[in-house]
């Protein structure tokens, strides 16, 4: 090969490369944009569903009160799983692959099993439902790469373990009544947490409660 044409080969390898560098970036930010967008769309599609909840549950105890401004059907977005019966079978989801269910997925491919086992996820943007809600499981944390999630097996026993310690804080509390009022939300807030957690990874989450010693006592 001339050597004219070996630098212009050379040039354009570099020039490619730089290239690809630079699409591989933009391709990260538009990646990491859009599972934001996503995460936005799906909150306020269950701020959507909380209020509708809301006013059906006043048009049922006050039926009259229905006929000022009636609530338009329901369209077929909303069939389906949703809030925390699609964490719960998610969750379920992950416990059957043969790889394990600790093993990481990339939450598109979490979604596709989860359709692939017979679920739907109620919502205009079930994918984007979906992903709100594997966000906000106890059981569940972001894997090391974008968009990868992962159980996490030994969820109860920490948050037996925040228990253990925000219960030693309250007793400590004795005048500050502000302090004593959050540490108990704190408390129930974690109380809901650690009942999703076991009853989500089951026999998964009893296995780690005998291993350490620490499981909640029968009944």
């Given amino acids: 090969m001339a050597p004219s044409s070996s630098r212009s080969s050379s040039r354009l390898a570099r020039a490619a490369g730089a290239e690809r560098m630079a699409l591989l970036r933009e391709r990260e930010k538009l990646t990491r944009r859009r599972d934001a967008a996503a995460r936005q769309l799906a909150t306020v599609e269950q701020q959507l569903a909380e209020v509708r909840e809301r006013l059906e549950l006043i048009d049922r105890l006050v039926p009259e009160a229905a006929n000022v401004h009636p609530l338009p059907a329901r369209d077929g977005a909303g069939d389906g799983l949703r809030g925390a019966a699609i964490r719960r079978a998610a969750v379920a989801v992950l416990r059957e692959r043969p790889a394990g269910p600790a093993a990481p997925i990339h939450y598109r491919a979490w979604f596709d099993a989860l359709r692939a086992a017979g679920h739907q996820v109620a919502g205009k943007d079930p994918l984007a439902v979906f992903l709100t809600q594997i966000s906000r499981s106890p059981v569940v944390r972001r894997g090391a790469e974008p968009g990868v999630y992962l159980l996490d097996l030994d969820a109860p026993a920490a948050l037996r373990a925040r228990l253990d310690r925000l219960h030693a804080r309250l007793a400590e509390q004795s005048a500050d009544r502000d302090e004593r009022e959050?540490?108990?939300?704190?408390?129930?807030?974690?109380?809901?947490?650690?009942?999703?957690?076991?009853?989500?990874?089951?026999?998964?989450?009893?296995?780690?409660?005998?291993?350490?010693?620490r499981g909640r006592a029968a009944g």
């Fill in 182 to 213: 959050r540490l108990v939300a704190e408390i129930a807030v974690a109380e809901r947490a650690l009942d999703e957690a076991e009853r989500t990874l089951g026999d998964d989450a009893a296995g780690r409660s005998g291993a350490d010693g």
